[in-house]
């Protein structure tokens, strides 16, 4: 630390969106996976946006007895483009993402159970509610009209039963994606911001120092042979050795 530390937040900024948007590293480093992770990962943001559109049209109707001005009727067309769009593409990533971990030989030694049942959860839970969405029958509540009902608490909408399981399926797979690795689309910025662009030195950080201290009294057991994680070794024992050299 001889040198004055640069800090750079609109780089920092620019270099995370590129990132966490487009996956810049994976379209740099496996082209064949980005062409079906990208959409799935576009579909989910798209959908998410979607929701904070639909919430704030649902907010607007909830509050006011003619909500129907520029403004509502802007968010509820883009809530409801952004919505189908990103299932869409959700479905067809997801979908994509889970024919090439069943037939790819390489991806087939690094997928587990979990990923399969991960990516058809993705399949089917927007797969209801759009299916759900689409085909209601006609003059019975929208999704618009359910969501109102959810903030008003208004218990005596007759939301219809497709539609209705498709928002359950949906509500449970948002609940249950951060208890998966699924959840890392939203830790991305935590990912770069906390780890990759962390350059403070430690020495000014006594928390930061005292962690890693404790730490580094672990006796890992990874099962890989070549690290030499036995369980009698400490990780810092491990990390000042060299696998290639000691045996």
Known sequence: WRFARHRNTLGELLFMAREILFLHALHASN??????????????????????????TALMAASARTPAGPAW????RA???LGWLGVALTMAGAAALLAYRLTDRTMKRATTPGDLFNLALFILAP???????????????????AVTGLLTWDTSLPVPGLLGAGLVACAALA?????THMSHFIGKYFTYHSVRWD????????????AIATQLTWR???????????GKRSWADVASSNPTREP
Not at 73 to 76: E, P, R
Not at 130 to 140: D, E, N
Not at 222 to 229: D, F, K, L, P
Request: aromatic residues 12%; hydrophobic residues 55%; without cysteine.
């Open 31 to 56: 082209r064949r996976l980005w062409y079906r992770s990208f959409p799935f990962h576009a579909g989910l943001y798209l959908v998410v946006a979607s929701g904070f559109a639909l919430l704030a």
């Open 73 to 76: 009727l802007a968010l509820q």
């Open 79 to 81: 809530s409801a483009a």
């Open 127 to 145: 797969g209801l509610l759009a299916v759900g969405a689409w085909l209601r029958p006609a003059g019975s509540p929208d999704l618009l009209a």
């Open 175 to 179: 609940a249950y994606i951060p208890m």
């Open 199 to 210: 350059d403070a030195p430690l020495a000014d950080r006594s928390r930061v120092m005292a």
């Open 220 to 230: 890992p057991t990874w099962s890989a042979s070549h690290v030499g994680a036995d």
